[in-house]
Structures are given as C-alpha cells and as structure tokens.
C-alpha cells in the first residue's frame, strides 16, 4: 500500500514537472525571447538522446526533430531508423532512450524489463505514426480504381493477367480499362508496411488470401523491389504495375479505393485515424501501454482499415532521470497538435489528433514519462 | 601479417556468430526457411550466377580496351583517354551504380528481355515469361559487368604493357597483322594476368550488395538460369542486406551464416583462379 502511494505520488510528481515544463514552452513560443518562463528549470532542456527503430517513422522524425530544435535548441535527438526488430533488441539492450517500432513489445519483452529504465519502470508506448496505405498503380490516364480486397489479393497472387480483367471491370463502370499486364511488386526486404498489408488482406479477403501475415512477402515469385522508394521506383518506370506503399511516398500513381463495408473509400489522413478509433486497445496492458488491436474489418463510413501504426517506446522512469526529463519533452512535442501536423506535412501520416479519445489516451500516457 | 590478421579476425567472427546457423531449425532462421541449407544453396547460385554473367559481359570489352590502350593506340590520345575514363569508372559508388541500374537500365531492358523472350525462348536462359519491369538478372549481371570492368581492363592493361617490344616488332616484321601479333606474341604471355584480373572482377562480382539489391527482383529459394524472367534467383550479399536491418536475436546469427559460406564460395573462386592462373604460365 505504502509502495503504491508512494508511486503515486511520484508520478504525481512528475506529471506536474511536466505541466510546468509544458507552460514555459508555451510561454517561449507566444513571446519569443522576453526571458519568460526561463525560471523554471525544466522549461530550458539541454543533452542528447538516441533513439532508433523502424524505418517507416524517418520523414516523420526528420520533421520532428527539426521541429524540436526550434523549441528547444539545446537538445541533440538522434534517430538511427535500423529497423523495428533492431530498435527493439536495441532498447531492450539499453544502447538506446526511446525506440520506434511498427510492432509493439509483447508482454513478455514487457515483463522482461528494459536496459535504460529504473527498476519497476513500466514502459509507455504510444502510436505516434498513423499511415494510411496504399495500392498504387501506372495506368495510363487512369488516377483511382476500385478494387475489392479479394481482388487485391488475386492481383498480388499473379492469378489477374490484365488489367481488363472482368473483376476489375466490374467494379469500376465506365473506366475504359487497357489490355496492359498486371506486374504486382512486393516489398524484397522485411518491412512492416508487408506485414501490416497483409494482415489486411488475410482480414478482409478471407479465402482468397492464404497467407497468414508476415514482414517477410509470403508468396513465391512476383516481382521484389527494395525498400518502399525500390517500389515506388520500379511502379513508376513500369505501365501496368502496382505495388503497396505508404500514402506520403505514393504522389504521382494513380491510388486504389478499397471497399470497406458496402462503400469504396480511398486513402486518407482522416480515414485512417477513424479506423485507428474504430479499434480497441489490447487487452492487459498497462494504462501507459497505448497498443491497438487494429480492427481490419470495420464498416464504419469513412474509415481507411489499410493503415500502417507505428509507435514510440520509452521509459517510465528511467535510470538517468536527466534522459527521462528529454524523452518527456520530445514525446510530449511529437504527440501534440504541432508535432502531429509537422508529421503530416512531411510524411502524409495522419494526425492523431484528429481522434479524440486516441489522443486523450496518448498524451496522459506520455505525461507519465520522467 | 597485418592482413592475414585481419583476414584471421574476421574468419573467427564469422565462425563463431554464423557457425551455430548451420544446424538452426525453421523459425531461427529468417525467410521461414525450412533449414539452413534450403536457404543459403540458393542463395549461393544466385551469387555465382550473377558473378559469372557480370564476368562473361566484362570480360571481351575489358580486353578489347586494354589492348587498345596498349597496342593498338598506346601513345594516341584516344588510347589514353580511354584508359582514363575506365579508371573513373572505378571512382563510382555502387550506390549510384544501383540507382542508374533502377531509374535507366531496367526500364530499357524491359523491351529486350521481352524480344529475348520471343525470339529465343528454346534456349533455357530465356525460357520467360520475360519481365515487365527489366529487373532481372541480366540487368543485374550487366550493371556489376560495368562495375567490374575498370579493374579488369586495368589488370589486362598492366600484363599487355609487359609484353616485350622486340618480340611484337619481330612478330610485324614477319608480316602478321596486328590481331595476328596480338594472337600469338601477346596474349599468350599475358594470360596469368588476364586470369588474375578476372578473378579479382568475380570476386568483387560476388560481393556485390547494394547495386544487385537495388536492381534485381528476387525470389529466396529460386535456383534458376532464366534470366528474363521477374522470378530471379537472389545473392548472398543483397539477401543479408535487405534482411538484416528487421532481424533480430538467432536470425541475425543466421545472416551471419550466410556471410561465412560466401567467404567459403570467395575462397573457393580464389584457389581455383590461381590453379588456372598458374597452369597458363609455362606456355
């Protein structure tokens, strides 16, 4: 009892450092230079922390930390986008401060413990980065598509031969479709945009999708390209190809509406925070422990379930208590309306803010961190 | 004995990371692979595969320019111009090697593989179905081809230029041609170096990671010799490349694996070069 109270208090604590730390932010940003708020001695940070992870975040990051700077100009965030599975084995390890990952800790690695937190710190995990998806296309002429989950599927199993094939005429009335092969391109190397696509496929296509979900393509043969901006590359030189890929690269190909429930829904910002908001919270986690259960198959009007959720991993508490007070501050810029918007403009993510309990959830999350 | 540490050091590394791989189960190792084996056979024809057809493609022009340079035009401008624009050549990244194999290459060699895939699809390398996008292994082997070249021509240069004045002068005197002096008073002495410059061309081919990467569209587990089709065998180096940076715990053990046995198939290639280099000698 005594132990719990007192971590109350704690976090209490904290919670209020952080407020005051938020407080000299804004005061610094509405007069720029009068000297306010430098009293406080959380308001100006100073150090450096590293984070790493998945690659998917980079443009988010970049916009990020450049946004960061301008807020607080003697902090050095460092992000090294190795990858999910690195950055997680990487902050496990304590080698890093915060990790970006598009596949949460399991409970295990969870109970496990981590290298860079106090004793008894619990993690705080948040979704920062929301994508939607998309399946793009070079068609001549041609900017959007309907296409079915289960044509989808039979696309990138090689079963359609040409684009006038009857399941994508029927779909699409009044589209003069050519006769011009289909050559679906998958991601060559592990990625989670693979795994996250084909979780949705194998929801919303059901048997004509055998797979299970996996980072690694699971169909034999096809073409393979590097990278998202490989697959973006190799679509773009190539008529009648198409590949999966996240919105904020995919500028310039013609993109897919997916049917969702009995509409066609295209790609969008607010699509894919709807879907993030149609979805529930896994079960026994931590109250700071922010990870959905994406719920691939909602028929909700409006929602975009193709989606991409990639999240932040830090400490509770951590051993360096001078980390913990960065980390606070950089998770509190990134979750904020600024912070999402800066993400946005850079990378065509979709705001968290944009759903109202998600970022409720989010940033009392976030305020537990220091 | 710097170097041979060196090369001991790493020896060990791999040993001892990737050697345990060897005996790994599915689901330690990474492509959901059933064994280690079924995973780096593959992958090891791929490397070879590539490597010999970056060979077969660099080796005539290596030595065409390098005969030019030395024989035919060595005191002219053009034969020393040439020699120079080779040697820059090998100034270049492989990463930008990678990105004009992507953004030039492959979309130019869309047409050829299907016309290949047409006209000759008897013959088991262009069995098809040819590739929309060109990412094959053609266009991979030509992309190292041209990477490999400016070593190559520069070995071939080094061995022509050796080749003793009196020997091509007394073979002119003769009467034979220039092509017919080169046959026989040239290239007869140069062909331990000519060895030698291929070999150091395959072993770089083999290696070759960011380039063939960028460029080819792989299957893991394919051991195939078509080289049109968008179905194409991957390499050793592009495979750890693309897979390591998702990996994690027994996979990058496995990886590390894979890294040993394309230190064996180098070793290998190397032994074997110099066995040939040295028969060629005594004629």
Sequence with gaps: MIGRMTKVAATATAAGMILAALAGCAANEETPGDGKGSGSPAAKLSGTIDGAGASSQSAAQEAWRGGFAKLQSDVVINYDPTGSGTGREQFTEGGVAFVGTDAPFSLDDVAAGFGSCADGSGLVEVPVYISPIVVAFNLDGITELNLAPKTIADIFLGKIAKWNDPAITADNPGVNLPDTNVAAVHRADKSGTTENFTDWLAANAKDAWPHEPAEEWPVSGGEAAEKTQGVVATVTSTPGAVGYVDAGQASGLGWAAIKVGGAWVSASPEGAAKAVGESSLQEGRADTDVVYDLNRTTEAAGAYPLILVSYLGACEKYKDAEQGKLVAGYFQYVTSEDGQAAAAANAGSAPLTSEEGLSAKVSSAVASIG | ?283
């Design chain 2, 1 to 283: 004995m710097a170097v041979l540490a060196v090369l001991a050091g790493v020896l060990i590394f791999l040993a001892v990371e990737g050697g345990p791989a060897v005996f790994y189960k599915q689901g330690a190792l990474p492509a959901h692979a059933t064994s280690f084996w079924q995973l780096a056979g593959p992958l090891a024809f791929g490397s070879l595969w590539v490597a010999v057809i970056a060979l077969a493609f660099a080796a005539p022009p290596a030595i065409g320019v390098a005969l030019a340079a030395t024989v035919y035009a060595p005191n002219q401008r053009f034969g020393r111009l040439l020699a120079a624009v080779l040697d820059l050549l090998a100034a270049v990244p492989s990463v930008v090697f990678g990105l004009w194999g992507l953004m030039i290459l492959a979309p130019l060699m869309g047409p050829v593989d299907a016309w290949l895939g047409r006209y000759l699809p008897w013959l088991p390398f262009f069995a098809g179905p040819p590739s929309p996008t060109g990412r094959t292994v053609l266009t991979a082997g030509l992309v190292v081809a041209v990477m490999i070249l400016p070593i190559m021509a520069a070995m071939c240069r080094e061995t022509f230029a050796l080749t003793p004045t009196t020997l091509m002068e007394a073979g002119l005197a003769l009467g034979a041609t220039r092509w017919e002096m080169v046959r026989w008073a040239v290239l007869p002495g140069a062909r331990s170096g000519m060895v030698a410059g291929a070999m150091l061309g395959f072993g770089r081919a083999l290696g070759e990671t960011m380039a063939v990467a960028m460029v080819l569209s792989p299957t893991p587990f394919l051991v195939s010799v078509n080289v049109i089709s968008s179905d194409n065998p991957a390499t050793i180096a592009a495979f750890i490349a693309s897979t390591f940076p998702e990996s994690r715990g027994k996979q990058v053990g496995a990886l590390i694996g894979l890294g040993l046995v394309l230190f064996g198939v180098s070793l290998l290639i190397s032994v074997i070069g110099r066995r040939i280099g040295r028969k060629a000698v005594p004629a």
